[in-house]
């Protein structure tokens, strides 16, 4: 017949428990051993009091240096220098002289001098203005056989004046034509074609004497 233990009397329940508590004294152990210090006991030495042979530091105040004297000024010497010997020289001056012929002098007369122009120079106003051979009238009769209407102005229907500019010359001689005002279509040309084919017209003149003027004059281009 089988005995079975009653469940009070039945330790293997509390196993668990009574292995922490186990594990719990061996740590608690373990750390004692480590932590454990020991003291060696003796009496206390008397180191007394040190004697220091340090010297009491002192404030030393700042001393200011005076300057060095400025080196003596040398004063230069100053030598005599004799008087200058004055030299007296007689000089002989001999006012016994003879004229013979008296002398003449004629007044002398200063003239304004004369303006002369520049022959270079270009005049745009002189006392006599240049005229074409026959005046005015020559000028136009000139024009009216030697000018010709361009076919171009007729066929656009351009009319107007053409302003010319030339210079005339001391023999009379016409140069330097070109245009101040046109009206295009060929006009132009023709008109500064005409003025440079001229005759020699007659020269200003400024004092008398044939000077290079510059001319300026119209011609008119009118459709009939």
Known sequence: MEAKKTPKADL?????MFLNLGL????????????????ESGALMDLGTVEDDFEELLDIPI?????????P???????????????????????D???????????????DAPVQEKA???????????????????WNKYLSKNLKYPTQARRMGIEGTVY??????????????????GIGGGCDEEAMRVVRNAPKW??????????????RLPIRFKLS
């Open 12 to 16: 293997s329940k509390k196993s668990g």
């Open 24 to 39: 719990l004294v061996s740590v608690g152990l373990t750390l004692f051993a480590f932590e454990y210090k020991t003291y």
């Open 63 to 71: 001393t200011e240096q005076p300057p060095p004297p400025p080196p």
């Open 73 to 95: 000024v040398e004063q230069p010497i100053i030598e005599e220098i004799p008087d200058e010997v004055e030299i007296e020289e007689k000089i002989e001056v001999n006012f």
């Open 97 to 111: 002289v003879e004229v013979q012929e008296e002398t003449v002098i004629k007044e002398v007369v200063i003239e």
């Open 120 to 138: 270079e120079e270009i005049f745009d106003v002189v006392e006599t203005m240049p005229t074409p051979p026959g005046g005015m009238e020559g």
């Open 164 to 181: 010319v500019v030339f210079v005339v010359n001391t023999d009379g001689s016409i140069q330097d034509v070109g245009i101040l005002r």
């Open 202 to 215: 007659e020269p200003g003149k400024q004092r008398g004497r044939p000077v290079r003027v510059k001319m």
